[in-house]
């Protein structure tokens, strides 16, 4: 009897080292899983923040664009030429007469 129990003492030895051998690398693995599961909840936040400051932009963009195509369409009427007609390059229509004002000199 005594070989079946330094047998089984040294089974259960042998188990219970197995088993807190297993344990200590599910304990590692449950670790190292939060660790990563945090930084890639950072990361995630970052990507989150990055894409709403590019939609900002976006919109600023499509506004100034919209703007810009607003004064192009300004620039290529005949109101517009006339009016940089007359106030750069002090043009008169023919049957205009034009006062000058010695005062404001």
Known sequence: MSKKNSYLKQRRKK???FLLTILSILALSAGSFSLYNKAIEKEYA???KDIESLNKKKEDLQITIKSL???YDNRNTDEFKEKI???RLDMVKKSEVVYE???NK
Do not use: F, L, S
């Open 85 to 87: 007609a007359r106030d």
């Open 69 to 71: 195509k607003e004064d």
């Open 101 to 103: 004002d010695d005062n």
């Open 46 to 48: 970052k990507v989150n």
């Open 15 to 17: 188990n219970q080292r």
